[in-house]
């Protein structure tokens, strides 16, 4: 199952439709640091809003994803955690530490806007 | 009412069918959202153990009742190197952040029982149980 990804003005959004596997999630991760620096994007959205689970495995590959994407240029943020996963995430441990986080796709966008507003003036 | 559903586990897709199974009986059995969750995240968890560390293994989830009390019982059974050092394994810390260990202090804590069983000749079991609150 191949996620979308949808340019709207500088920012990528990557909007997960099903349950993944650790594949998809790694060609997500890889799509989204190749698609930053091929269209230019300044922020990515990654919505995780149908997400049932957030395993290690795909905590880890987000965080990568933020990262890599940080050093390509452009800010990520994940969006629509729902709370039972956040629970569960919490128990296992797992933080997404130094990962920009939103409550739905709105509120992502109002961050990317904030976040990525000095260089957009300058230009 | 009892079922048993075994699940081959050999690649990241059999992850995602296991726990999807976990979440479907969870709430068959009229278990909270996030006990449901939280009983599927479990199974992700050790279905993931048994694909990177044994490369295969099988997860057994099954329902199980004692008196009037409703439990989820998930049985992860591998053949693998199994665990040198259990005593390191189950020690917070060791794995959490989504680093590479096993991940076990998180699962033990998702759950309401834990057993683990490991050496080197038998590969790994490990018993987890969730009751239905």
């Known amino acids: 199952m191949q996620v979308p990804i949808l340019k709207q003005g500088q920012y990528l959004i990557a909007s997960i439709q099903a349950a993944l596997s650790d594949q998809d999630l790694v060609q997500l991760r890889d799509a989204l640091a190749e698609k930053v620096g091929r269209?230019?994007?300044?922020?990515?959205?990654?919505?995780?809003?149908?997400?049932?689970?957030?395993?290690?495995?795909?905590?880890?590959?987000?965080?990568?994803?933020?990262?890599?994407?940080?050093?390509?240029?452009?800010?990520?943020?994940?969006?629509?955690?729902?709370?039972?996963?956040?629970?569960?995430?919490?128990?296992?441990?797992?933080?997404?530490?130094?990962?920009?986080?939103?409550?739905?796709l709105e509120e992502g966008l109002t961050f990317l806007d904030k976040k990525t507003k000095r260089s957009t003036s300058r230009g | 009412?009892?079922?048993?559903?075994?699940?081959?586990?050999?690649?990241?897709?059999?992850?995602?069918?296991?726990?999807?199974?976990?979440?479907?009986?969870?709430?068959?059995?009229?278990?909270?959202?996030?006990?449901?969750?939280?009983?599927?995240?479990?199974?992700?968890?050790?279905?993931?153990?048994?694909?990177?560390?044994?490369?295969?293994?099988?997860?057994?989830?099954?329902?199980?009742?004692?008196?009037?009390?409703?439990?989820?019982?998930?049985?992860?059974r591998d053949k693998g190197p199994g665990i040198a050092d259990i005593p390191q394994a189950m020690q917070d810390g060791f794995s959490t952040s989504g680093g590479l260990g096993l991940g076990l202090p998180g699962v033990k804590r998702l759950v309401d029982e834990f057993h683990l069983v490991s050496d080197a000749n038998s590969g790994t079991t490990i018993t987890i149980k969730k009751w239905k609150r």
């Open chain 1, 39 to 104: 269209l230019r994007a300044r922020g990515v959205i990654v919505d995780v809003t149908v997400l049932d689970v957030m395993d290690s495995f795909a905590s880890r590959t987000l965080r990568d994803l933020a990262h890599m994407t940080r050093l390509r240029g452009a800010e990520t943020v994940i969006v629509g955690i729902q709370p039972e996963v956040a629970f569960s995430m919490v128990q296992l441990g797992l933080t997404l530490e130094g990962v920009d986080t939103a409550l739905d």
């Open chain 2, 1 to 76: 009412m009892a079922s048993e559903t075994i699940f081959s586990i050999y690649t990241d897709v059999d992850i995602v069918l296991a726990r999807q199974k976990g979440r479907e009986l969870a709430s068959e059995l009229g278990f909270a959202l996030t006990d449901s969750t939280l009983i599927a995240t479990a199974i992700s968890e050790l279905a993931r153990n048994i694909v990177l560390y044994a490369k295969q293994g099988e997860i057994v989830i099954k329902n199980s009742l004692v008196g009037d009390r409703v439990c989820i019982v998930v049985v992860a």
